[in-house]
């Protein structure tokens, strides 16, 4: 019988939860069944999956995946989680790129020597969470308010053009960022 056990790949030692193994099911069921993205899922995987809460009500999904598949991820994405937020019914299924933080002083081997590369910053991790986050829109501009007690929120502005698509979307792209990078961010549509 044939499973979805080969569309989540973990780390050797590690074996994948319950839920995890629910997603990389139904990718394997859509691989099957769905015609117009059939070819492009043969070759993909995932490498995690979270479920969290938004606001107490409704549910997010986070489905991890190696950073070399993202750009093919990307071609299939909106079919893609169309089809997904329809199996899993009521919760908005968000696609993240699985990406390394290095620390400042992180020591390399004698292979590889030289700075640290920029991609493996935090600050380039955030940021390209936030862009993955919101993918099929684009991201036109970004303020940083500092309140007086010394909190900070980002505010993102949206292109307007995808507003119908994205709209009801705003408040599980916060609580999914505020999650992973424990940062605010509030977004809004440019006018």
Same mark, same amino acid.
């Given at each position: ?14 074996? !994948? ?19 117009? *993205? ?7 995987? *995932?490498?995690?999956?979270?479920? *969290? ?22 071609? %299939? ?16 299924? $968000?696609? %993240? ?7 400042? &002083? ?5 292979? *590889? +020597?030289?700075?640290? !590369? ?18 099929? +829109? &684009?991201? $036109? ?22 507003? $119908? &698509? ?26």
């Amino acid at each position: 019988m044939f499973t979805g056990r080969k569309k989540i790949v973990k780390p050797d030692g590690v074996s !994948p939860d319950e839920f995890e193994e629910l997603v990389a099911q139904e990718l394997f069921n859509l691989e099957v069944s769905a015609a117009d *993205i059939k070819v492009h899922l043969k070759d993909l995987h *995932i490498t995690a999956a979270k479920q *969290i809460d938004i606001s107490g009500r409704s549910k997010a999904i986070i489905i991890f995946v190696p950073y070399r598949l993202l750009q093919k991820y990307h071609r %299939i994405q909106q079919k893609l989680i169309r089809e997904l937020e329809k199996k899993f019914s009521g919760r908005h299924v $968000v696609i %993240i790129a699985q990406r390394t933080i290095l620390n400042k &002083n992180c020591r390399r081997s004698k292979k *590889i +020597t030289g700075p640290r !590369p920029r991609s493996r910053t935090l600050t380039h991790v955030h940021e390209a969470i936030l862009n993955d986050l919101v993918f099929p +829109t &684009n991201i $036109v501009g970004k303020r940083t308010r500092v309140k007086l007690d010394g909190k900070k929120q980002l505010r993102v502005f949206l292109d307007p053009k995808d507003q $119908v &698509n994205v709209e009801t979307k705003l408040e599980t792209f916060s609580e999914v960022y505020r999650k992973l990078t424990n940062k605010d961010v509030v977004f809004e549509f440019l006018q």
